[in-house]
């Protein structure tokens, strides 16, 4: 019987307030690997990084070492990434194409989907008393080209899982003029000693940029302006975001800020990038949207740039910015240390910069050399070393408590652009994959 | 000042915190670059750890000098150990020098350890030389890495 039954973990997670320890005690976190990421709907890659038969890569579910691989023209499978033998991981490298993944310790191999296929010294073991191959992840599914999966035999499908924030993904894929994204342009794999759930209650919070990167507002402010069309510096698209975030607060409480019963949140228009906003005239952008016309027509063109949803959260592994073509996962390690994959996405048939846009804003915004991330990881670290402190027990979540709005979609909205209402579902989740 | 002298004086500027006199070095069309992958031959369509013009580099300067930049201040202490010098190549106005780098970095109660092959182009100027384009491949550049918050 565990030491966190649902009423204890009831008075951890309050409804505008949460107990420290669900940051800093790692029996917590122990119980948050098995619950947790044992039940989500995990977000593992996309589909473009496994294109032909034969295709992987490697990740982590929570501490579930896997094999993203597709087996067969139309099924990508997950294979949990160690031998039944004893016990090496059967594939140590990042990504690959192989017919077999055969173990380094006594040869052990085993096909695309799995199945041990070869044993060396076989006449050693009784029949019919080897293991029929790798664990497969019991649920894989996509949605729009995204891979999913979960530890988890039951629990919800992946649409209802996903439920309005479908939108976002949705959003994600109807921008790209060919209809279809592509994970490209490299990786950033940037770590930090903080628990996981920072970083995902960082990326809706309105309240925080004009501190936590009040540095890097004030070196775009003072950064050559955006060039006009011709004269434009390839950095351009990361200044007009730094200036974005020193935006004035009643921007930031005019924002649309929604929440989901699973958990994930979505941010609304707050942005005025030339390059992202349909009618300010930017050539690039006029070149991108006409190629969206010849595909869709200038109606279903129109509709589906006019859609301003920028952050969203996947809870409880994934946020991504469909506008400026990133995804983010987070890997957590430890209660006090987690690691983040950035992604880029090249939308298929949209001009060349639009590509090389996102590469400048992810190395300028994202990347682990960037002058905006390493405030936030800074600030990570420090909310750890406070959390770890005994002398008060509770952090706050209470901004906008008791004024979220019901939407006809199921999902709440925030009364303002601040409101923690993200953090709260985050925890309301949360509380309900781990008492049960 | 012959490559070897310049290339120390280049790192001392770095860890004695003198980075206003550091950016001096750079030619105004200079470019610094950490890239993300091995062997990496472009810079605009693969991500970079860092990937300045001489604009950006100003800025990042610049910002590292906020009194509210909570990564850089206050600055890490550094040093910055430059070895096995090497002109690659040489012509009227530049030269090219590959050099390793090892750099041991303390901030927040912690030490970090890095090491980077570089490579510069230098244009002489006077009787020294001006860095037209900096290039420090780190070993890890793939690997898991805490944010980057020092100059290289």
């Known amino acids: ?436 | 000042m012959n490559v070897e002298q310049f290339l120390y004086h280049e790192a001392r500027l770095l860890d004695t915190g003198q980075l206003e006199a550091w950016l001096d070095l750079f030619t105004d069309d200079a470019t610094y670059w950490l890239p993300l992958e091995r062997a990496q031959a472009d810079p605009f369509e693969t991500s970079s750890i860092i990937h300045d013009d001489r604009t950006l580099l100003e800025l990042r300067v610049k910002q590292a000098r906020h009194p509210r930049a909570h990564a850089r201040q206050p600055l890490a202490r550094t040093v910055h150990q430059v070895g096995n010098v090497m002109v690659l190549s040489e012509n009227a106005s530049e030269i090219t020098v590959a050099s390793t780098l090892n750099l041991v970095e303390f901030r927040n109660e912690r030490q970090r350890h890095y090491g980077a092959l570089v490579e510069h182009r230098l244009r002489r100027a006077r009787d020294s030389y001006r860095i037209a384009h900096k290039r420090v491949d780190l070993v890890n550049s793939e690997g898991e890495l805490d944010g980057i918050a020092i100059l290289f």
């Open chain 1, 1 to 436: 019987m565990s030491a966190f039954g649902p009423e204890r973990l009831a008075m951890l997670v309050q409804p505008d307030r949460v107990h420290r320890s669900v940051y800093a005690d790692p029996a917590i976190f122990d119980l948050e690997m098995e619950r947790v990421f044992g039940r989500a709907w995990l977000a593992l890659g996309h589909e473009s990084q496994v294109k032909n038969v034969g295709d992987y890569f490697t990740t982590r579910m929570g501490r579930e070492p896997v094999i993203v691989i597709r087996k067969s023209e139309d099924q990508v499978g997950v294979l949990i990434n160690r031998c039944m033998h004893r016990g090496s991981i059967v594939c140590a490298e990042g990504r690959g194409n192989t017919e077999r993944f055969v173990c380094p310790y006594h040869g052990w191999s085993y096909d695309r989907a799995g199945v041990l296929r070869a044993v060396p010294f076989q006449s050693g073991y009784e029949k019919g008393r080897l293991p029929a191959g790798l664990k497969a992840v019991p649920r894989v599914k996509s949605y729009r080209g995204f891979i999913f999966a979960s530890l988890a035999r039951h629990g919800d499908d992946l649409e209802t899982f996903l439920g309005p924030a479908r939108a976002s993904l949705d959003d994600f894929v109807d921008r790209a003029p060919g209809g279809e994204l592509e994970v490209a342009g490299g990786v950033f794999k940037h770590a930090y000693n903080g628990n996981w759930k920072l970083m995902l209650e960082n990326h809706l919070d309105g309240a925080h940029p004009a501190w936590v990167h009040a540095s890097s507002v004030a070196a775009a402010r003072n950064a050559p302006e955006p060039g006009k069309p011709g004269e434009e510096h390839y950095y351009d698209i990361a200044v007009r975001q730094m200036r974005q975030n020193g935006a004035p607060d009643a921007v930031w409480e005019a924002i649309g800020m929604w929440a989901t019963a699973h958990g994930h949140g979505y941010m609304g228009d707050y942005h005025d990038d030339s390059r992202l906003v349909v009618g300010m005239g930017n050539p690039v952008f006029e070149q991108y949207r006409q190629k969206l016309v010849e595909k869709h027509g200038p109606q279903k063109a129109d509709r589906i740039l006019r859609v301003t949803l920028w952050n969203t959260i996947l809870y409880p592994n994934c946020s991504f910015m469909s506008q400026f073509r990133q995804l983010r996962i987070i890997h957590p390690i430890a209660v006090d240390r987690s690691v983040v994959y950035t992604y880029s996405f090249r939308m298929k048939n949209a001009p060349p910069q639009m590509f090389r846009d996102t590469i400048a804003f992810s190395n300028v915004v994202n990347g682990t050399g960037s002058w905006v991330l390493t405030d936030d990881l800074e600030v990570y670290e420090r909310i750890q070393k406070g959390f770890s402190s005994g002398a008060v027990d509770w952090a706050y979540i209470g901004r906008g408590y008791g004024r979220d709005l019901k939407e006809p979609n199921g999902s709440s909205r925030g009364a303002t652009g601040t409101s923690e209402i993200f953090v709260r579902a985050q925890f309301a989740a949360w509380l309900r994959y781990m008492s049960q």
